[in-house]
């Protein structure tokens, strides 16, 4: 069995700056990629910000010097209220009472 083969696809870096680090996060990552790895890396994108941006040009400016890649977007904090993925949901661990009982049988190889 042999390696899979990379696809050779344009790369949008994201850092989370509600995590903080965000500066170290983007860099630290692109530091440690291969030189093929990082080459695909055509923009490094902030996101989760909350505030105005020019506040982050000094340390967007370093990032863009040291790393070699433009930052190309800064995206706001948005509070959204998106379903989750059917496997990482609680919504089927609510257990309650109602018109309609439903029984699950669970079988050992099933």
């Keep these: 069995m ?7 696809a344009p790369v949008l870096l994201v850092g989370d700056i509600d ?3 965000v500066f170290a996060q ?3 990552t692109s530091m440690l990629l291969t030189e093929e790895e990082k080459a695909r890396i055509k923009g490094l994108i902030i996101n989760k910000f909350r505030g105005v941006k020019s506040i ?5 400016e370093i990032l ?3 790393g070699k890649i433009p930052v190309v977007g800064v995206v706001p904090y948005m509070e959204l209220s998106l379903e ?3 496997s990482l949901t609680e919504r089927f661990d609510k257990k309650g009472s109602g018109l309609i009982d439903i029984v ?3 079988y050992p190889r099933i």
């Excluded at 042999?2 to 050779?8: C, F, I, P």
């Excluded at 982050?56 to 967007?60: E, M, S, T, V, Y």
Aim: without cysteine.
């Design 2 to 8: 042999g390696l899979a083969k990379m696809v050779d």
């Design 19 to 21: 995590r903080g680090g």
């Design 26 to 28: 983007l860099l630290g």
């Design 56 to 60: 982050l040009d000094p340390g967007i």
């Design 64 to 66: 863009e010097y040291k």
């Design 84 to 86: 989750d993925e059917d």
């Design 104 to 106: 699950v049988i669970r």
